[in-house]
């Protein structure tokens, strides 16, 4: 059962574009998400996150969107830059004594130069 | 110290054997996590430490089992491999339980044949 979807593997942006990667959920006790990159041989880095009781969450290139009602949150980047290539992962985390996280199948992002 | 360091980076191992991989955290980081990526797949939750005392565990046979030591490093051990466990293992630590974001090693690469 994979509580947190990425739908889309892959994405292909023109550089200086907005990027715009996808995460749906499905577990309603989720209370906090979290963006994660990965460069190859590297671990992921954490790159942004908000809580569930937020819709918005920003911080300089980066903002992700929460929707609730949707199950749904959105990270946009503007504007795309090379360095952003990689793959990106959704995770989501339970309240307090649940903090694993649940992580998405990640989507590759490419930035087209 | 700063960062987590995971050893060894690659690991080849015939199938029925155990291994140790080994994780050292940054001090003050009394949580550590432990995920499995398979190819093509997020990172899926093993289980979690939380002061040397095992607090949460995802999917996973006994076999996978751990250690945290109180210099903050820790060990997972898996028994008995099988073809299946070829993976990435990531370490992930944090000061307060994942609250303030997980710090992630670059991983171990086991392959068993």
């Known amino acids: 059962d994979q509580q947190v979807k990425q739908n889309s593997p892959s994405l292909s942006v023109q550089e200086g574009r907005i990027s715009i990667l996808n995460c749906d959920y499905t577990n309603s006790m989720f209370d906090y998400f979290l963006w994660y990159k990965k460069y190859p041989a590297e671990g992921p880095t954490f790159l942004i996150s908000?809580?569930?009781?937020?819709d918005k969450n920003e911080d300089g290139r980066f903002t992700v969107f929460l929707n609730k009602s949707a199950k749904h949150l959105s990270l946009h980047i503007v504007p795309s830059q090379p360095g952003d290539s990689a793959v990106y992962f959704c995770?989501?985390?339970?309240?307090?004594?649940?903090?694993?996280?649940?992580f998405g199948t990640g989507t590759r992002l490419t930035i087209i130069p | 110290e700063t960062g987590v360091t995971q050893s060894p980076t690659h690991l080849i191992k015939t199938r029925g054997q155990q291994v140790t991989l080994r994780c050292s955290s940054q001090s003050g980081h009394n949580t550590v996590s432990w995920y499995q990526q398979a190819l093509g797949q997020g990172p899926q939750f093993i289980f979690q430490y939380y002061r040397e005392e095992e607090n949460g565990r995802g999917n996973f046979p006994p076999r996978f089992s751990g250690l945290q030591f109180p210099n903050y490093s820790s060990e997972l051990n898996v028994n008995a491999l099988e073809l299946d466990d070829s993976a990435l293992y990531l370490c992930?630590?944090?000061?307060?339980?994942?609250?303030?974001?997980?710090?992630f090693g670059s991983g171990t690469r086991l392959t068993v044949v």
């Open positions: 995770a989501a985390r339970g309240n307090f004594g649940n903090e694993k996280l649940t």
């Open positions: 908000i809580s569930s009781i937020k």
């Open positions: 992930a630590s944090s000061p307060d339980g994942g609250y303030a974001g997980y710090t």
